[in-house]
Nanobody, 121 residues
Framework: QVQLVESGGGLVQAGGSLRLSCVASGSISSIDRMGWYHQAPGKLRDMVATITTGGPTNYADSVKGRFTISRDNAKNTVSLQMNSLKPEDTAIYYC???????????????WGQGTQVTVSS
């Protein structure tokens, strides 16, 4: 079983910063891509940022220059530093990994439970 535990969400004023973290644990053997997605009320879940094992990153246009994703492969963690937050960033943020459990031959997607980020104007 694989568990993803997120932390760091909360309420912040526009222009402020938050840092989200996610730790993967359990029967995970290796992780390829790690990322963050968000879902606002009434909207679909969208990619915010992803990072592969080797380090290449990908960002949604709406967060480029404001958010930074990073990972610690030794600790199976992925973080998202969010600066210059805007009210439209308000959403539930989900951690996602593409990982493989010890007894599996293929990689699968795993999701965290989500953490609320609210940005007030």
């Amino acid at each position: 079983q694989v568990q993803l535990v997120e932390s760091g969400g909360g309420l912040v004023q526009a222009g402020g910063s938050l840092r989200l973290s996610c730790v993967a644990s359990g029967s995970i053997s290796s992780i390829d891509r790690m990322g963050w997605y968000h879902q606002a009320p009434g909207k679909l879940r969208d990619m915010v940022a992803t990072i592969t094992t080797g380090g290449p990153t990908n960002y949604a246009d709406s967060v480029k220059g404001r958010f930074t994703i990073s990972r610690d492969n030794a600790k199976n963690t992925v973080s998202l530093q969010m600066n210059s937050l805007k009210p439209e960033d308000t959403a539930i943020y989900y951690c996602n990994i593409e990982g493989r459990e010890y007894w599996r031959s293929s990689y699968r997607n795993y999701w965290g439970q989500g953490t609320q980020v609210t940005v007030s104007s």
